[in-house]
């Protein structure tokens, strides 16, 4: 793949550029020009997919379905960086190597959506995680961001320790790091199966849960998402987790599905318990900012569907979950970066401040919610039609729908205090013409993927 190179030399590049280019401006917008390039290369690299093709000792194999995931999610992190370059790089002196570090957790993206290796996997997932230690401690200043920062790692390396104990216990039991090979996968069945595969698994499922922060891994989450800089904040709850998703399944729905019954209870009894933690908690909070990282926890609920449901209608799930989930964080953290006040209250008379600000935050609220005519509620329906098409424990469908209930109130709380409660939001950064452009190209992407879902697939 073209992009997973083209990515890691782009941090380099950006790297040497901060030694270069003294006005943050021209940073910003280097930034831009290589996030575009990035994505050219993505473009080209899904134009360009054939069966079979593998590179890096076929390691990482070239496939439609991945080279399109690479295609929207690069689309998904461009719109990042046309949003939130300027608090970027305001965030402190290194502008440009935070950038960087976005085009390495990108390459790491990249290697993810493709790996036929659990070795791949490895690397992929600690590519994507080690920049995020620096970005989340980044807020030099910020006791909350150095705790965050601290954190992450520790919480990062336990569960890092977990996926090599699962990749060493899956190779014990088969020989071979190969997800795609007969070797490997054909110990994967009622007859072949024996307790050095099936504890492999188990720890497969505890480790990737702790990086999708799925409960009860989640509890290092809101914490982390609080502390670090709110700029960083939708890069790591969306992009990332999206792509770990992304991996989470191709492994599992390449190599388990015969042994399906053996780890799906455990995928079901994470989502219950994802969906009613991060639902129930984020009722509760005062913070905007950490009810979105409250949320995020009940998002990921939604996803591990995807997860649990090995069919094709799962895939689409995942792909169309993506790219609403991204596009409407991103939306609510545009306006959230804006003020001072992170509280509901901060919220307070925003519509007739900022009128446009108020519109897009409220479209990204409403998908979030999964109300109809957004991307959020295509989303959640595919999610939950995937359950409904493998017949089994259909009552988490029931379950999962009285959690999106509950979920709509503590979004509308914030369309409440921007329409219909009296003030004067304080705002840290006046939002320019440009801004509020995107934001309005967000919103009107969010809204055509609730009308045609089928633009992603």
């Avoid at 997932?125 to 790692?153: C, R």
């Amino acid at each position: 793949m073209n992009a997973i190179i083209i990515a890691a030399l782009s941090g380099v590049v950006m790297m040497l550029a901060g030694l270069v280019l003294r006005k943050s401006i021209m940073v910003q917008n280097l930034a831009v020009i290589i996030a575009a390039l990035i994505f050219g290369a993505t473009v080209y690299d899904f134009q360009t997919t054939g069966e079979g093709q593998t590179m890096f000792y076929n390691m990482i194999a070239k496939n439609e379905m991945s080279s399109w995931f690479n295609v929207l999610l690069t689309a998904c992190s461009f719109i990042y960086l046309l949003i939130f370059k300027k608090e970027i790089a305001s965030v402190g002196k290194n502008d440009a190597e935070y950038f960087a570090l976005i085009f390495f957790i990108l390459c790491g993206v990249f290697i993810l959506s493709g790996y036929t290796n659990l070795l791949m996997l490895f690397l992929g997932i600690e590519i994507i995680t080690i920049p995020q230690y620096i970005l989340a401690g980044s807020d030099k200043n910020n006791t909350k961001s150095n705790e965050a920062s601290l954190k992450y790692f520790l919480m990062g390396a336990f569960s890092t320790g977990l996926l090599l104990m699962g990749i060493t216990l899956l190779y014990g039991a088969t020989g071979s790091f190969d997800i795609q090979s007969e070797a490997f996968a054909g110990h994967f069945s009622a007859e072949h199966m024996n307790s050095l595969a099936l504890a492999g698994i188990i720890l497969m499922v505890i480790a990737l849960g702790f990086k999708v922060s799925a409960a009860p891994m989640h509890f290092w989450t809101p914490d982390v998402y609080d502390g670090t800089p709110t700029a960083f904040t939708p890069f790591m709850a969306t992009i990332v987790k999206v792509s770990v998703f992304y991996a989470f399944i191709k492994l599992f729905h390449s190599s388990f599905t015969q042994v399906g019954s053996m780890w799906q209870l455990t995928i079901a009894i994470m989502i219950v318990l994802t969906l009613l933690i991060g639902n129930i908690t984020a009722v509760y909070q005062q913070s905007v900012k950490r009810m979105l990282a409250y949320s995020s926890i009940a998002q990921a609920g939604f996803m591990l569907f995807a997860v649990f449901s090995t069919n094709a209608t799962s895939w689409k799930g995942i792909l169309l979950y993506g790219v609403s989930y991204t596009l409407a964080s991103l939306g609510v953290f545009a306006a959230l970066i804006k003020l001072k006040d992170y509280t509901y209250d901060g919220f307070n008379g925003l519509a007739k401040k900022h009128p446009i600000l108020a519109f897009t935050t409220t479209v990204s609220l409403l998908s979030l919610s999964g109300i109809p005519l957004t991307g959020g509620f295509f989303a959640k329906y595919f999610m939950l039609l995937a359950t409904v098409e493998q017949g089994k424990f259909l009552g988490l469908v029931v379950f999962a729908v009285l959690m999106a209930a509950i979920s709509v109130y503590y979004y509308f709380k914030v369309i409440m205090s921007m329409y219909f409660k009296e003030g004067e939001p304080e705002m840290h950064t006046e939002p320019d013409a440009l801004e509020l452009g995107i934001l309005l190209l967000n919103a009107a992407v969010i809204i055509a993927l609730g009308v045609l879902p089928q633009l992603v697939f």
